[in-house]
């Protein structure tokens, strides 16, 4: 069994190991077919390159939803999904790949976002008029800073991202094999 890809793993090994409780939860192919999605997008939709985890896909995937996290926006699934179609990437790790930021931790992102390009550019802090007046009075009076930092965030992230999902992926398929071949001696 080849350790680097996991497409060659069949679906009942990838789901009786710990990481296949989690897959379990996303959507399948078969599940999709015949979908009201799958009637408006037609079968590329489910083409086995977008679904079957590869080192590569799940690379791309996972940074694809990396960088549109990033981007304060909302509805931010629906771009990732889209990359992640226009580029072979796995379409579960893009959508996925976007809750890295979510309700919770955006504001702090944002005001991270804002701080890095005013730092970039050199630009006076705005923290002060965040604080008083909000994020939209900040945006009207200096939206380079803010632009700059998202820019240059969801790069670094994206890459960031794509590295961490090959580390990932190799080492849940080693535990995969691993696990397996642990079930096969008993």
């Not at 959507?27 to 079957?52: F, I, M, N, T």
């Not at 799940?58 to 226009?86: L, N």
């Amino acid at each position: 069994m080849n350790e680097e890809t996991g497409a060659q793993l069949s679906p009942s090994i990838w789901r009786r190991t710990p990481i296949g409780k989690w897959l379990r939860r996303i959507p399948r192919k078969k599940q999709l077919q015949g979908s009201w999605l799958h009637k408006k997008l037609g079968d590329k939709l489910l083409r086995s390159e977008y679904w079957e985890p590869s080192k590569a896909s799940v690379s791309k995937g996972f940074a694809i939803g990396s960088f549109w996290a990033m981007i304060p926006m909302p509805w931010q699934m629906i771009p990732s999904g889209i990359c992640a179609v226009i580029f072979r990437a796995n379409v579960p790790l893009a959508l996925l790949g976007v809750w890295v930021t979510n309700p919770i931790t955006h504001p702090f992102v944002m005001v991270f976002q804002l701080m890095l390009g005013e730092w970039l550019l050199g630009a006076p802090s705005s923290l002060s008029v965040l604080r008083e007046e909000g994020m939209i009075a900040v945006l009207k009076h200096a939206p380079a800073p803010f632009l700059t930092g998202v820019l240059v965030s969801a790069v670094i992230w994206t890459i960031v991202g794509y590295f961490l999902a090959r580390f990932c992926y190799g080492a849940a398929i080693k535990m995969i094999v691993k696990s397996y071949e642990k079930q096969r001696k008993i």
